[in-house]
């Protein structure tokens, strides 16, 4: 979906428009979508919490964003209110679907089995997100080796792709992965959602007293406002500089192929040197990355920072997760994990309407890149003073 749909939204459903404008507009609907998702995610936490139902929440979002997928594969040239009405209902859908899938990881993993368990998901994410996507991309090339008629159809089909891929590889998580029992799994829906509010209030109470967890808050805020910013206007921001959309794909590719090993062997680090050197690593590469965007001309130059991005990109969210996951009350994984997305989200929303105003001003698009360098160094200062948990010691608010 990163990478045909900023292409495709240019190309196709704002032909004819200033690039300039239709990257504010991505910028735009990306904020929206995540101004909402930051808004439901804690709430919807402490449901699941409450129901035992990270699952059937989980299941529900999935089934919103497979929908969303077949939504983009009738919309027709020129309509780009609904491609970002669809495309902001996507990515509400799996914003929200990760709440409750992360929440079940402390479930089933501790300490540095976490760190690996982590690290091995966001791997085998990398690696079934390249094999679809090379698929489609070469579909996309050679339309009619498929029976397809041209390479717009082929796009279609790859955003219903997207969808049956999501689908299916649901079923695993479903049917394999075990759901701790909550001792209040009867309290209906509406009451749980009033419950919800004395929950969320004590969440916020014990993130604000436990300075170390709210630091790491803070610090992951920042730094992954800019992670997930390059991630979500990395294709705009090549189109808008004059790159091929062939040779952005190219480059999505590595990223991906490039990130499945490279994110393992972050998890199999852990071991000995925790998750935060790791991370403020990462972070130093990041930082070299969004300058060097800055002076990128060619295509080569392009692929050079996908390798450089793809061998850190997995490392920094897995290695988060996980390191966050170390330090919450594994009981209330719902409530924790749904604040620990909801800073995610408002760091999607500082982002991609900084790139988006900052574009706008100025005309330029390589200054939006530039900028998110403040996010990567100001995190890390953060991270820096985090004191990591030892795994044996449990959780601060667990020894309360």
């Known amino acids: 979906m990163a990478g045909f749909f900023p292409v495709f939204f240019k190309q196709y459903w704002s032909d004819g428009q200033d690039p300039t404008v239709t990257t504010a507009k991505l910028g735009l609907t990306l904020s929206v979508a995540s101004l909402i998702i930051a808004i439901l995610s804690p709430t919807l936490g402490v449901l699941a919490d409450l129901r035992g139902a990270k699952k059937a929440f989980c299941a529900f979002f999935m089934i919103l964003g497979v929908g969303a997928c077949f939504w983009l594969t009738v919309i027709p040239a020129g309509g780009w209110e609904q491609a970002m009405l669809a495309y902001g209902l996507g990515t ?7 709440v409750f899938y992360d929440a079940l990881l ?22 079934g997100g390249g094999l679809l996507f090379l698929f489609n991309v070469i579909m996309v090339l050679k339309p009619e080796f498929f029976g397809l008629a041209d390479k717009t159809q082929a ?35 509406l009451k749980a959602a009033a419950h919800s509010v004395p929950s969320l209030q004590k969440t916020f109470r014990d993130i604000w007293r436990d300075r170390n967890l709210f630091l790491s808050l803070i610090a992951f805020w920042l730094y992954i406002d800019g992670v997930y910013t390059v991630i979500a206007m990395a294709v705009d921001y090549g189109l808008a500089i004059g790159l091929e959309s062939d040779h952005l794909m ?30 403020l690593v990462c972070l130093g590469i990041y930082g070299i990355v969004v300058i060097a965007a800055s002076w990128m001309t060619t295509a080569l130059h392009f692929y050079l920072l996908a390798i450089v991005i ?29 604040f620990y997305n909801l800073i995610g989200k408002f760091a999607s929303i500082v982002g991609p309407l900084v790139v988006a105003i900052t574009v706008t001003l100025t005309r330029n698009p390589r200054s939006g890149m530039t900028g998110l360098l403040i996010l990567f160094i100001l995190g890390g200062i953060l991270l820096w003073k985090v004191k990591e948990p030892r795994y044996s010691e449990g959780t601060p608010l667990e020894r309360a």
């Not at 509400?92 to 990760?98: E, G, H, L, P, Y």
């Open 250 to 279: 190219i480059a999505l590719l590595l990223v991906q192929f490039i990130g499945f090993p490279a994110t393992w062997l972050f998890g199999k680090v852990t071991g000995r040197f925790g998750c935060r050197l790791p991370i």
């Open 92 to 98: 509400i859908a799996v914003a929200a679907s990760t």
């Open 155 to 189: 796009v279609k089909v790859s955003f219903a792709l997207v969808g049956i891929w999501w689908l299916v590889f649901s079923l695993p998580l479903w049917r394999n992965v075990p759901e701790p029992k909550s001792d209040v799994r009867k309290i209906g829906f």
């Open 310 to 338: 793809g061998s850190v990109q997995g490392g920094v969210q897995s290695l988060s997760r996980s390191l966050f996951g170390n330090m919450i009350p594994h009981d209330r994984a719902g409530e924790f994990f749904g």
């Open 106 to 127: 402390p479930s089933i993993a501790r300490g540095t089995q976490m760190d690996d368990v982590s690290s091995q998901g966001y791997a085998m994410g990398y690696l």
